[in-house]
C-alpha cells in the first residue's frame, strides 16, 4: 500500500509562482510513475503533468507546458510540481497520483492518490 500527501496549496495572485509537494510513504517510491491531475469545482478532473520512476521521462498538458515542471527526488520520496506564471484557470484541486507500470493523461492508469491540495489564483 502507497500513501500520497500533497501539500504547498494556497492562495495567489495571477503571474505568481507556486510548488507542490507529494510525499509518499508505504511503498517503494522510487520504483512508481508519478502524476499530477486538477479538478475545478463542476468540472472533470484533468491530466497536468506526469513522471516515470527515473525522472527521465516527462509528460505535460498543452494549457500547462512552459509554466509548470514537474521533478521528483527519490532519496526524499517526494514527487513536485513548480508552478510558474500562474492563471485564474489555474484554480483547481491538485492531485498526485503514483503506479507501477502506468505512465500516460488517464486517470484510470493511476492506482494510488492522494487528498488534494487546494490552489486558487486570483486575478
Known amino acids: 500500500q502507497v500513501q500520497l500527501v500533497e501539500s504547498g496549496g494556497g492562495l495567489v495572485q495571477a503571474g505568481g509562482s507556486l510548488r507542490l509537494s507529494c510525499a509518499a510513504s508505504?511503498?517503494?517510491?522510487?520504483?512508481?510513475?508519478m502524476g499530477w491531475f486538477r479538478q475545478a469545482p463542476g468540472k472533470e478532473r484533468d491530466f497536468v503533468a506526469a513522471?516515470?520512476?527515473?525522472?527521465?521521462?516527462?509528460n505535460y498538458a498543452d494549457s500547462v507546458k512552459g509554466r509548470f515542471t514537474i521533478s521528483r527526488d527519490n532519496a526524499k520520496n517526494m514527487v513536485y510540481l513548480q508552478m510558474n506564471s500562474l492563471k485564474p484557470e489555474d484554480t483547481a484541486v491538485y492531485y498526485c497520483?503514483?503506479?507501477?507500470?502506468?505512465?500516460?493523461?488517464?486517470?484510470?492508469?493511476?492506482?494510488?492518490w492522494g487528498q488534494g491540495t487546494q490552489v486558487t489564483v486570483s486575478s
Open positions: 497520483a503514483a503506479d507501477r507500470s502506468y505512465l500516460g493523461t488517464r486517470i484510470e492508469g493511476y492506482y494510488y
Open positions: 508505504g511503498g517503494t517510491f522510487s520504483t512508481y510513475h
Open positions: 513522471i516515470n520512476w527515473s525522472g527521465g521521462i516527462i
